[in-house]
């Protein structure tokens, strides 16, 4: 595997697990439930561990970009999916903005590793 790949790949997993961490902030109550808690701890603990490793082929800004990025874009849909909350157009309009971003970020900037 080529570490270009591998690299994105952790920077993936760093994503998914952050935003599963998230979604477990939210459902431990401000830290009232413990498996919750303790389950956000791990999941973050290990995208923190991911992003590092990513990192060794992923520029920080871009590699920063993408997991911030990418990782509101997925929080807000679960927000939306699971914890049946609302977005306004507003907020629709700044996570297309972001999304733009990212995408302007990985496709024109020289400093992506491609």
Do not use: C, R
Not at 33 to 62: E, H, N
């Amino acid at each position: 595997m080529s570490p270009a790949f591998t690299a994105y790949g952790a920077l993936a997993a760093a994503i998914v697990l952050e935003v599963i961490g998230t979604t477990l902030l939210q459902k431990s109550a401000q830290f009232t439930k413990l498996l919750p808690t303790a389950g956000m701890v791990m999941f973050y603990a290990a995208s923190f561990y991911l992003l590092s490793q990513a990192l060794k082929g992923v520029p920080l800004g871009i590699a920063y970009a993408m997991w911030g990025g990418l990782g509101i874009v997925l929080t807000a849909l679960i927000s939306v999916f699971v914890f049946k909350q609302s977005l306004d157009y507003a907020a629709l309009a700044g996570i297309g903005l972001i999304v733009s971003g990212v995408i302007v970020m990985n496709t024109l900037s020289n400093t992506a590793a491609h």
